[in-house]
């Protein structure tokens, strides 16, 4: 439970208890109809280490190795295999977008596109980690 506490017609109303993810008390706010009691905020550290979402994320994720490519080209100068750089694709589409060692995407995204040049995946990396899509936004 992330959120503890009691509403009226869509404002809080009395104690309301906030907690970390590990399950630990992280605050206590009173309210009165919908108005925070500013006096009444307490707020409390974890008992135990709390992960954040994307240290979780990378922990959880399975491994994919994503390496540059022969055909992949710098969008300036020459690609080394490290630092960051974005790479374009022989249709001069991006491909990876990244922090790059030993030319494996440790950081970033590698776009995925089908037979037609159309982008169908993104793909986000921390760490040298897949941790999951990124999202494809339509034109309007």
């Given at each position: 439970?992330?959120?503890?506490?009691?509403?009226?017609?869509?404002?809080?109303?009395?104690?309301?208890?906030?907690?970390?993810?590990?399950?630990?008390?992280?605050?206590?706010?009173?309210?009165?109809?919908?108005?925070?009691?500013?006096?009444?905020?307490?707020?409390?550290?974890?008992?135990?280490?709390v992960e954040d979402a994307v240290t979780k994320m990378v922990k959880e994720s399975k491994s994919v190795k994503v390496t540059a490519a022969k055909?992949?080209?710098?969008?300036?100068?020459?690609?080394?295999?490290?630092?960051?750089?974005?790479?374009?694709?022989?249709?001069?589409?991006?491909?990876?977008?990244?922090?790059?060692?030993?030319?494996?995407?440790?950081?970033?995204?590698?776009?995925?596109?089908?037979?037609?040049?159309?982008?169908?995946?993104?793909?986000?990396?921390?760490?040298?980690?897949?941790?999951?899509?990124?999202?494809?936004?339509?034109?309007?």
């Amino acid at each position: 439970m992330r959120l503890e506490g009691t509403w009226n017609e869509g404002l809080e109303t009395g104690e309301q208890k906030e907690y970390y993810e590990n399950g630990d008390l992280m605050s206590v706010k009173n309210f009165n109809g919908g108005t925070l009691d500013p006096a009444s905020f307490e707020t409390y550290a974890p008992k135990s280490p709390v992960e954040d979402a994307v240290t979780k994320m990378v922990k959880e994720s399975k491994s994919v190795k994503v390496t540059a490519a022969k055909e992949d080209n710098p969008n300036q100068g020459g690609f080394d295999g490290n630092g960051y750089h974005k790479l374009f694709n022989k249709n001069k589409q991006i491909s990876k977008d990244g922090v790059f060692k030993d030319y494996r995407l440790i950081d970033g995204k590698y776009y995925k596109y089908d037979e037609n040049g159309i982008l169908f995946l993104i793909m986000i990396f921390k760490d040298g980690r897949y941790i999951g899509n990124g999202v494809i936004e339509k034109d309007m």
